[in-house]
């Protein structure tokens, strides 16, 4: 979750890019870095921890006439929140500032380094500015040696960067990480996110993934992969906290929007071919483990449930969850062989707080998964693996709970990997899936406006039943949370084999059952599960990737060989779902009623 600033033009360069990326520093602040370049000066100053280190450093700095310019708020993935590892990363006369992961990175570094090249940081970053300065050494033309140099990288970015050797050039690129460009007459502006640039630009362009180009004299040429492309601006909102919600009405939906791209920083530096990496961890951290036990509270307990699964059947770990508020007081028996898990979103959750308490009085080995460094839950954890969400604002949470269901899947992995439980081929296999997660949560227009549609079927009844098996009961309890605390209608999540054991005596037209119908898991099971409460004239919406004939209302799903795909595709839906339905309701989905974001009391 870093953040990116660009400015080319003859206005002060220091203060526009500190004071954009003082509206980024919520994203990262491990380090902070600009570069500008006036003529033949080049100024480039790096510090780490907060902006305002960055800025006593540049204190008797200030840019004068023409120059291009970019700066960098980082959030440490590859490597440590050192000066070097900061951005702006420069070669030899280059400078470059980067978003996301270069998967490649370090095929690229092997051959740079062969041919001499050495390299001053540990980041992804560093290889964009060497290969640029490789080809722009062999064909002395900067932008076809950018274009070649993207052509190389494979992942997600979003970059900028500025060479010597086109002085009054910024060129850029974006693919799976989000960047814009900002317009005031000859001045043009580049940021990673719309607040940093408001109220100095007036118009705007958003870029589309596998766009690039370049900045000259106040005009851009841009291309993707078929040439030389024609653009549109967008005026850009004067408002700051529309600004923040970069053109979507809600938090909670752009939250659901970005959550694509999120994960894929969740499993930045993490997730290799064929292991699982967690620097947090020292190798030793499992020796002596052999179960596991979680506890959290509300949307973080679902995706402990569902890591209960995995724990058990990838990694072979005993695993057990509690409500961290039952877990307090049952007198629980504990034993030194448990690692004690905890997740919160925001690492202050009381109860999860005195839970982790409790367990390091017993003497367990701790680790917490969590959103915010530094948290409580976090400081008092021996280890802790963050989620990189970034913040989330919506009270209802989305990307926090996908992204700790990833990290707990990475962690079965991980677990299976360290105590060798798990087959280094259902390994591959688990992480070519996990590679593919980014996809299936990205939101296709065509299912939201679905959704928005079908949502007004949905705005009476006497509850609904949100139904699955396995790791799809979690995620019907979470279906069930999400459209509880933003539509205050009843909603339940329940194993669909246990509705025939009471429930179903609720079942008539009025009873709306979301059916989670995954096809790479138990089919048949809950096609005949969800047949029993059609029987008794239950509504039925069904999410499959089968079409399902008893269904009144049916949600065709993508994905349907690998569990965890179907599962973070059908959690899209369910979250769109109970936006919708509160949208039509006209309730507050940003701040239900009666909730709170971080609950730090008991
Ligand atoms: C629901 C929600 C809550 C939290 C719960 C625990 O959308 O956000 O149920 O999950 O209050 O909070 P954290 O994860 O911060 O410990």
Not at 177 to 191: H, K, Q, R, T, W
Request: with cysteine.
């Amino acid at each position: 979750m870093c953040g990116i600033v660009g400015y080319i033009g003859a206005k002060e360069k220091k203060e526009i890019l500190l004071d954009g990326l003082q509206e980024l520093e919520y994203r990262g602040y491990d380090s902070a870095g600009i570069a500008i370049i006036e003529g033949e000066k080049l100024s480039n100053f790096k510090a780490i921890g907060k902006l305002e280190n960055l800025r006593h450093k540049t204190e008797a700095y200030h840019s004068e006439g023409f120059g291009i310019s970019i700066g960098h708020t980082r959030w440490a993935t590859h490597g440590k929140p050192t000066e070097l590892n900061a951005h702006p990363h420069l070669g030899a006369y280059s400078y470059v500032v980067h978003n996301g992961i270069i998967e490649n990175y370090q095929e690229l570094k092997e051959e740079l380094q062969a041919d001499g090249v050495t390299f001053l940081s540990q980041t992804d970053t560093e290889t964009i500015v060497h290969v640029f300065e490789k080809f722009n050494n062999q064909i002395n033309n900067p932008f076809e040696a950018f274009e070649k140099t993207i052509e190389k990288l494979h992942g997600a970015y979003a970059t900028l960067l500025i060479t010597e050797a086109a002085p009054d050039t910024i060129f850029f690129a974006k693919n799976g990480s989000p960047m814009l460009i900002g317009f005031d007459g000859e001045d043009v502006y580049f940021a990673s996110s719309d607040t940093p640039i408001i109220g100095k630009a007036n118009e705007v362009y958003y870029l589309e993934d596998g766009e690039y180009g370049f900045v000259k004299e106040g005009k851009v040429f841009l291309f993707n992969a078929e040439g030389k492309k024609s653009f549109t601006k967008q005026a850009l909102t004067a408002d700051k906290v529309s600004a923040q919600k970069d053109g979507y009405r809600f938090f909670m939906e752009k939250e659901i929007y970005e959550q694509s791209y999120v994960m894929t920083e969740t499993m930045m530096g993490r997730v290799h071919d064929d292991s699982i990496l967690f620097d947090e961890l020292d190798e030793n951290f499992f020796d002596g483990i052999s179960a596991i036990k979680i506890c959290a509270c509300g949307t973080s307990y679902h995706s402990a449930l569902a890591s209960a699964y995995l724990f058990e059947r990838l990694a072979k770990v005993r695993c057990d969850v509690e409500i961290a508020s039952e877990f307090r007081y049952k007198e629980p028996l504990l034993t030194k062989d448990t690692l004690f898990i905890t997740i919160s979103q925001s690492g202050e959750t009381a109860d999860t707080l005195e839970a982790l308490k409790m367990a390091k009085r017993a003497g367990l080995r701790s680790l917490s998964i969590c959103n915010v460094d530094n948290s409580s839950i976090v400081r008092e954890s021996d280890a802790a693996i963050l989620t990189r969400a970034g913040i989330e604002k919506g009270v209802a949470s989305t990307k926090a709970f996908a992204t700790q269901t990833m990290v707990l899947w990475m962690l079965a992995l991980y677990v299976g990997q360290e105590k060798k439980t798990l087959a280094s081929d259902i390994l591959k296999t688990e992480v070519a899936a996990m590679l593919k997660t980014p996809k299936s949560l990205v939101v296709e227009e065509k299912l939201h406006a679905q959704l928005t549609r079908m949502s007004k079927r949905y705005l009476h009844g006497h509850g609904f039943f949100f139904i699955g098996r396995d790791i799809f009961f979690p995620l019907a309890l979470e279906g069930a949370l999400k459209l509880k605390e933003i539509s205050y209608f009843h909603a339940e999540g329940y194993p669909a084999g246990e509705m025939k054991h009471g429930p179903i005596a609720l079942a008539d037209s009025t009873l709306f059952t979301i059916a989670l119908m995954p096809k790479s898991m138990h089919y048949d099971k809950i096609k005949s599960n969800v047949e029993e409460l059609s029987a008794r004239d239950a509504t039925i919406l069904a999410i499959s990737p089968e079409p399902f004939e008893l269904a009144d209302d049916f949600i065709q799903t993508k994905y349907d060989s690998h569990p965890m795909l179907e599962y973070f595709e059908m959690m899209v839906v369910t979250q769109l779902l109970a936006l919708e339905i509160s949208v039509r309701l006209g309730n507050d989905v940003d701040m239900p009623r009666n909730l709170a974001k971080s609950v730090t009391v008991e």
